[in-house]
């Protein structure tokens, strides 16, 4: 084990964000994903506007949940098995959007290169 190595506690982290991306082709099933979201979750987590266009750091079309830290395996273990060809990116947010966005990410399907510059 590298001893410069520094290990932060996970209390560092204040909520998550998944992303699920789409385009032209996955939208209606992007939309159809969202309105199953909003049922099975409901206030539990907030749903972010719908954008058909690259919004930030994301390169593909996409729309925004936030949630707790306390949800993270609940949520995670939802999208992970009903996410069906839609592609998800999950971040932390601990108050270091590059680190968060660029070292701490985790892809559920096909995972796309973010545009970091956004963040910068």
Known sequence: MNSDMTFRD??????WHAHIYFDAASRDAAWAFREQIGAHWGDKLQIGRFHERPV??????????????ALFADVVGWLTLNHG????FLHPNTGDALRDHRDAAV??????????????
């Open 10 to 15: 996970a209390s560092a982290i204040q909520s």
């Open 56 to 69: 930030g750091p994301h390169p593909m079309w996409s729309y925004q949940l936030a949630f707790a830290h």
């Open 107 to 120: 892809w559920i399907g096909h995972s796309h290169v973010l545009v970091l510059k956004a963040l910068l």
């Open 85 to 88: 060809a839609l592609d998800v």
